[in-house]
């Protein structure tokens, strides 16, 4: 049997946790402003695709670049991948696609790892949307602002400990875009994890031939004897190119490609 050496090495873009950006930003920045400041000296660039608002920010700065960095994607709501022959982050609104395509218990799914979080569980979020001034002597003044909150029925569900899960507040959404309460409701509602986060890895057999997984892809996740139906994404793809008798391994959740990152 050859020997065998497994090697494991951070991404070359995370090395911009290395280097500072002292200086600030405050006003209303475009996502652009913010990753033009971010990355700029970083050794990369930036691609930006589809239609993004501009935010209002305050002392936005003052730390590593990743830490920025990782703050724009929050702050924007984006996903990123990237392009290292080119030193390009490709900036999306969210990447991979929805594919009508499932992974089933005892069809496509030849074994399963499954980890089950319930910590960042959260029933309850507050938002807030447009705020309204006027202006009174050259002054402007707020005068209201559009709020709306989202409570989850389960909210009233029996935890593992025999007591309800209750009220757990999760960061207020803070956006201006938002001008009419019922979408910001929707928006919050689709927003809050009220579910455990799963983190499924699997071995998928026949998926070079029926489906070819692409990082961020929407697929559903059926497992029946674990009660396991669940929309879910792939946040990681595992390819042995020199092994053509094995198959791509994946990791699904029911969290972003960005929050399984962390």
Do not use: C
Not at 136 to 159: C, F, H, M, R, W
Not at 187 to 206: A, G, I, R
């Amino acid at each position: 049997k050859n020997p065998a050496k497994k090697l494991y090495a951070l991404h070359i873009f995370f090395s911009i946790a290395d280097k500072r950006e002292d200086g600030e930003l405050t006003g209303l920045l475009s996502l652009s402003d913010a990753l033009s400041f971010t990355l700029n000296n970083s050794g990369w660039g930036y691609e930006i695709y589809g239609e993004n608002p501009k935010l209002q920010k305050e002392n936005f700065g003052n730390d590593n670049k990743l830490a920025l960095f990782t703050k724009i994607l929050e702050d924007w709501d984006v996903e990123y991948k990237l392009d290292t022959p080119k030193r390009m982050v490709k900036v999306y609104p969210r990447i991979g696609s929805q594919v009508d395509y499932a992974f089933r218990y005892n069809q496509n799914i030849k074994s399963l790892k499954v980890t089950q979080d319930t910590r960042s569980r959260r029933t309850a979020i507050k938002g807030y949307g447009k705020i309204e001034t006027i202006t009174v002597d050259g002054v402007e003044k707020q005068v209201g602002q559009l709020t709306a909150e989202y409570i989850s029925p389960n909210a009233e569900k029996i935890g593992p400990d025999g007591e309800k899960y209750g009220l757990r507040w999760a960061d207020p959404i803070r956006d201006e875009r938002f001008t009419i309460k019922g979408n910001l409701e929707a928006y919050l509602k689709e927003t809050l994890q009220d579910d455990p986060t799963f983190t499924v890895e699997t071995d998928v057999s026949q998926v070079s031939t029926e489906y070819d997984p692409t990082l961020g892809d929407s697929v559903l996740t059926i497992h029946e004897p674990l009660g396991l139906d669940l929309d879910t994404r792939i946040t990681e793809i595992k390819r042995f190119p020199f092994d053509k008798t094995k198959r791509a391994q994946v990791v699904i959740s029911n969290i972003s490609p960005e929050e399984a990152r962390k």
